[in-house]
């Protein structure tokens, strides 16, 4: 399965807390392109817009996934209750070539202090066979930069991957690097691996 990416995708907006308006670009690059455990391409440049609003977001965003384009959008909510973060929006997967077929979904998310939790509920195309359902969950540990995420599939799908890395920004540059392990039964992969990314991106202010 492609598709709420790891290391620095536009898809973290879930479960970041949302105050003015504004729009933004963004523009990044991954020496491997893996999304919730699962390797997508090698070399992969992406970019995207984001519209921010009171709590409100909505998004574009794009990645070379060698056939063709993986081309997200999404919306949703988030916002605050004293110290616990909440959210909830839609996700669509969409693709130029026969990369991968539609896969939609909708997000949760809850955070307080440095733990957050992630869930999406979808449904995915399957090239005209029947369509699946599948469930993902996501635990993740962050302080100052580090980060450590436990995550996996169910119903349909199954699978499960440990992810940890360290992101920083250097002269407004967002830098990170991230040590992905991910299972033989996570769909798409023939055995258990582990692989290192490093990651670049920038943020742009359109206001």
Known sequence: M?????????????TSGLAQAGWSANLGFASDYYYRGIFQA???????????????????????????????????YGGEVGDFGYSVGYTGYFYTGDFDDTYQEINLGGSYGFLTVDFAIGEYDN?????ADYGYYAL????????????????DFNGEYFEAGYGTTIADIDVGLALVINDKDLAGATSGDETLIFTIGKTFDLQ
């Not at 519209?51 to 977001?57: A, D, I, M, S, V």
């Open 127 to 131: 090239f005209g066979s029947p369509k």
């Open 42 to 76: 090698s070399s992969s440049p992406s970019g995207g817009i984001d519209y921010e609003n009171g709590g409100f977001y909505a998004g574009t965003w794009a990645a070379d996934v060698d056939d063709g384009l993986e081309i997200d959008g999404y919306f949703g």
């Open 2 to 14: 492609t598709a709420s990416k790891t290391a620095f995708v536009a898809i973290t907006l879930l």
């Open 140 to 155: 993740t540990f962050e302080k100052d930069g580090f980060y450590g995420k436990y995550a996996g599939f169910s119903q």
